[in-house]
């Protein structure tokens, strides 16, 4: 097992004291990371029902990244709930939750 030392429990504590001072940042990383986890899913599940990738993952992962929101509109009111939605709201619904919890 991994022994926890002193200097590794205060970097931790750093860097979570980071996050909690610069809301901003964390909420930037969290919508980008929240984007990236949309196209992957979009990206599998295209790969996984046999359709075809029109883009390449090094063109759409960094544009959708940026345009998650909109796509998921689209994908809502055009096409219906896709596998790529549900976990891109949820982990939108993670992340509120988490900074919220770091707010304390």
């Known amino acids: 097992m991994m022994k ?4 590794k429990l205060s970097k931790i504590y750093r860097n979570t004291q980071f996050l909690k001072k610069h809301k ?4 930037i990383l ?5 984007g990236i986890i949309y196209d992957i899913t979009g990206y599998l599940y295209n790969i996984i029902i046999g359709r075809e990738v029109v883009f390449s993952p090094l063109i759409s992962i960094p544009l959708g990244s940026l ?4 796509m998921i509109y ?3 009111k055009h096409i219906g709930v896709m596998p790529q939605d549900v976990l891109a709201l949820i982990s939108v619904i993670l992340f509120v939750t988490i900074l919220l ?3 304390k």
């Open 4 to 7: 926890m030392t002193y200097q």
């Open 24 to 27: 901003i940042i964390s909420m």
């Open 30 to 34: 969290a919508y980008f990371i929240v």
């Open 67 to 70: 345009f998650w929101p909109v």
């Open 74 to 76: 689209a994908d809502l």
């Open 101 to 103: 919890k770091n707010e």
